[in-house]
């Protein structure tokens, strides 16, 4: 496989990258020169670990339109595959402090086509009566909102490419090279790949496989973020909201019908920094315990619901917390690509990155959505996406 004539190489089988190499091939046609290539097959790295939750509230246009997009492709994905969607409803809890900022993104949303409801809290108890809204000032709602399944979406994705006529290389790589007019991806096994154009949809290893291939690393630091699961009890079973406590930094994802993941808006996790293979092997027993505390204070239910397990999963995170999606020509990579430094959004976002980033490797106008405001250089040229409320972490 050295000849890479025209052959693109997407790196990465998670949600992104199957999304990225279904959207190229659906854009060139049955029989296009794609390789899609992953050393742990299809959803089983970071995607594998995604809290999955599929909702549009985002501090700004570009980022909120790309939401609506992605919630409504994964909500009738027939065409595609299996996305396992499940229409919940999303609701965002917030402090008096956020009131006049939260007023203003509602009316953004609203303008651009999503049902983004203000509920003040004693409306919001009729409506969610398992829910404690004390210390709330306002709740944002979306009802059409939910969660997804990110095996099944990732899956789906790569069975679709792979009908197209994208090959799947399942090997690790070891390093990459770029000249002019291609490339070679060297292989874990020895074997190389060339190609006419690469693209890097590797998550938290994009800066470990850079240095490896000899190339500056990209403003993307790795943040382990903590779940925390729970089996729920009987009286809070079945589909019921998801909840993002801005006041406690923290959100509550109940899935399917008995259990919950309980994760953090902490913006003191995102400054963390760690290597890829460092994750830490268990979450702390405190931790687990405040976390219990925060979800039975705002969820009285769950007092009788019952821990189950945890883990880590872990975030690229870039300065302003959005994607970088560009060419690396910049950093010496002529003919290669990366949507990376997804910060926690990759999977809700999925079919509008996949879209994007296909459009600038194939070289055609942005359809739906401006891809430049997410370029390398926003950081140096002082671009930064605004983002987020003050003092929350990965909300953006």
Sequence with gaps: MSNGEQRIVVVGSGSTGSSVAYHIAKSLGTGSNVVLVDRLGTANGMTALSSAIVRTHYSNEIVARMALYSRNLMAAFDEIGISGFVKSGVMFLFPSEFRGELEKKVS????????????????????????????????????????????????????????????????????????????????????????????????????????????????????????????????????TAIVSDLAQRTYYKPEGASLLLGGTADPRVDEVSIEPDDVPKQVPFDYVSEYSEKITKRIPAMKDGIYRSSYYGMYDITPDEHPIIDSLASIGLDNVYCCVGLSGHGFKLNPALGLITSELVLERDYTKFDGSVFSLGRFSGGRNIFRRYEGVGTIA
């Excluded at 809204?133 to 994705?157: K, N, Q, V």
């Excluded at 490896?212 to 630091?221: A, M, N, V």
């Design 108 to 239: 953004m949303l609203k303008s651009v086509g999503i049902d983004e409801r203000l509920l003040e809290a004693k409306e919001a108890s009729r409506l969610f009566p398992q829910v404690n809204f004390d210390g709330i000032d306002r709740i944002a709602y979306e009802p059409d909102s939910g969660y997804a399944d990110p095996a099944s979406t990732t899956l789906s994705y790569a069975t679709k490419a792979m009908g197209l006529g994208v090959e799947f290389v399942r090997r690790g790589v070891e390093k990459i090279g770029s000249h002019k007019g291609g490339g070679l991806v060297h292989l874990d096994d020895g074997k190389e790949i060339g190609f006419h154009k690469l693209v890097l949809c590797t998550n938290v290893w994009t800066n470990q496989l850079l240095r490896q291939s000899g190339f500056d690393g990209l403003p993307i630091r790795v943040a382990p973020h903590p779940i925390v699961v729970y089996n729920r009890p009987a009286d809070y079973g079945g589909t």
